[in-house]
């Protein structure tokens, strides 16, 4: 990537797209009580959510359990015997008790522990203790609520409307068309690292939507290795793009990097392992048909660090010449967030590959830490009121049009208007 010496302006076009407002964005939605409310009602309660992949289903009467609490929904995921994966809320029809309490599991019939009322993993009611002593009650009017459910790549969505306004692949557009057939490696397979913080979810998300602030932030971590003094002092992306509600980054990645010397334990963990960054989870020679994809480094170039993909309104995709990772940033109220970062890696078949994978999830952990650290602090400084815009520049593209996209939605009649599908 050739650089203007003066300028340190990389040879590509920008990222901003010339539709999306280039002036200060707004903080209030991100203090905002009752801006908070209406994200609730017309975002969360309108978009399509993602829950996990289907992996995480492996069997047919597998089950998990998630919580959406922006929407005070407790949300209830099967496959069932015919191997359809469905969605309910998790809510017994009679006193309107939780009815699974675990996060995941293996069972085909579900026991309420208040009255043990019975159902099957296809929602149906089964079983309704001394039913005579009832007036007139039927069970096939007693099945759990069902939530709308589907899958696109392997990754489980549900919409919470009683009728969604739009399809799973009318939310999805473009960003669908351009990631189809992607794969997913070792999706089966992941490290978890879960967190309640006390910021606004969009803080949080906008915090790994840029990588302006790597050399400032993480300059013991990443600092050296998705910006480079020489090449790339400021981390400017290789590419940006919208794809209707939902957008992409591609990162840079430091061609030059070695550890330094001092560095026994990275340089133990990396010898003699090509993962493409300090970020890979894997040999990246297993990982050629994720780097071969079109919407993968779209730019094809060789110093390639990341793509940040975030699909609207709070789910990360990232992929590396290493594998993939996402982000779920989950509102709690205004200003707390849950957020889940899941880092996908191969089982490890080597003294030396787990290792690496030991490192990987450390430095993982240093650099969030480092993210969201800054983040509460942030969110602090701007509940002050001491200012009320942000000024964002080019590679903060992703941040600029999510709160472009979130404001479309708020402002919108329906799904369908903010998707400009009507």
Known sequence: MAYDTETARPDFARMTPADLDTGPVPCAPYISPDWFELERERV????????????????????????????????????DKDDN?????????????????ESSGKRSIFNCRYHNWTYRNNGDCTGIPDIKNFFGVDKKQCGLTPIHCDVWQGFIFINLQAEPEVTLREFLGPYAEAYEGFPYPFADNAYVIESNLNVNWKQIADAFAESYHVAAIHPATIGNTFASKSLNPFGRP??????????????????????????????????????????GGSDSKKLQDLANHPAANPTKRPNWGADVSWIFPNFNIDYGPGGFWTHEFWPTSVNSTRWILRVHVPEA???????????????????????????????????????????????????????????????SGSAREALDLD
Request: proline content about 3%.
């Open 349 to 411: 078949t080597s003294v030396r590959e787990r290792i690496m994978q030991e490192h990987l999830a450390c430095r993982f952990a240093e650099v969030m830490l480092e993210d969201v650290t800054n983040t509460q602090a942030q969110q602090r400084a701007m509940e002050s009121g001491a200012k009320t815009h942000m000024h964002l520049q080019d590679g903060e593209m992703l941040i600029r049009h999510s709160n472009a996209v979130i404001r479309k939605w708020v402002e």
């Open 85 to 101: 994966i469905r969605a309910f809320h998790n809510v017994c029809s009679h006193r309107l008790n939780m009815l699974v309490t």
């Open 44 to 79: 969360f309660g309108r978009a399509w959510l993602c829950m996990g992949r289907v992996e995480q289903l492996p069997e047919p009467n597998s089950f998990i359990t998630r919580e959406v609490e922006i929407c005070k929904a407790l949300v209830l995921i099967t496959r």
């Open 238 to 279: 290789l590419s940006g793009h919208a794809y209707g509600a939902h957008r992409v980054m591609c990162t840079f990645g430091n061609p030059d990097y070695v550890p330094p010397e001092d560095a026994h334990v990275e340089r133990l963990a990396y010898s003699g392992m090509d993962t493409g960054n300090v970020l």
